[in-house]
């Protein structure tokens, strides 16, 4: 959230996984509701457009969550909120984990 060592535009890629939203056992200084959690990627999305060299790409690893029965729309939030913070939205890639299992 804050790279204030990092000059403006130095950076050629940034990936990163930030800290699930219900995970705020591991996190309870940074977020305690939802608003809070979006203020978090919206300092994020910030802080990393100024360090990227323009053109550059951000690869943001999440997705939605269910918490107590309510679903949170965090890949369309994050999403609106990097491209407000100026980034140009690219793709969205959906990686999944299959299990192999001897037949």
């Not at 591991?26 to 305690?32: A, P, Q, R």
């Not at 943001?60 to 969550?65: E, G, P, Q, W």
């Amino acid at each position: 959230m804050d790279m204030e060592g990092i000059e403006n535009e130095s950076v050629h890629l940034m990936i990163t996984s930030p800290p699930y939203f219900n995970a705020p056992f591991d996190y309870k200084v940074l977020y305690e509701t939802y608003d809070d959690y979006m203020g978090v990627l919206q300092a994020v999305a910030k802080e990393t457009y100024r360090v990227l060299k323009n053109g550059r790409i951000a690869v943001l690893n999440i997705d939605d969550i269910l918490v107590h029965g309510e679903k949170y729309p965090i890949v369309a939030d994050a999403t609106r909120i990097f491209i407000d913070a100026g980034f140009r939205y690219r793709d969205r890639i959906i990686m999944l984990n299959i299990p192999r299992y001897p037949f």
